[in-house]
């Protein structure tokens, strides 16, 4: 389990690449982004899980 979360939305999404290239290996990005429409949203999630993924971070995707 993660020490450190990331937790997403609206207000931070400009930022989330950034935010997770600068977090300690092994943290965790909670997706909400509930503002999005579902094709979006998950294509969105699947672009940031890909980058979670390179750095050894965890992702999910909240509401599922």
């Known amino acids: 389990m993660p020490a450190a979360w990331l937790v997403s939305d609206r207000r931070n999404d ?5 935010a997770l290239r600068a977090l300690p290996r ?4 909670i997706f909400r982004h509930y503002h999005l429409p579902p094709c979006e949203r998950a ?3 699947r672009r940031l899980q890909r980058l979670c993924r390179r750095a050894g971070h965890c992702a999910v995707l909240a509401g599922t």
């Open 43 to 45: 294509a969105r999630f």
């Open 26 to 29: 092994g943290s965790g990005l």
């Open 14 to 18: 400009g930022l989330l690449e950034a």
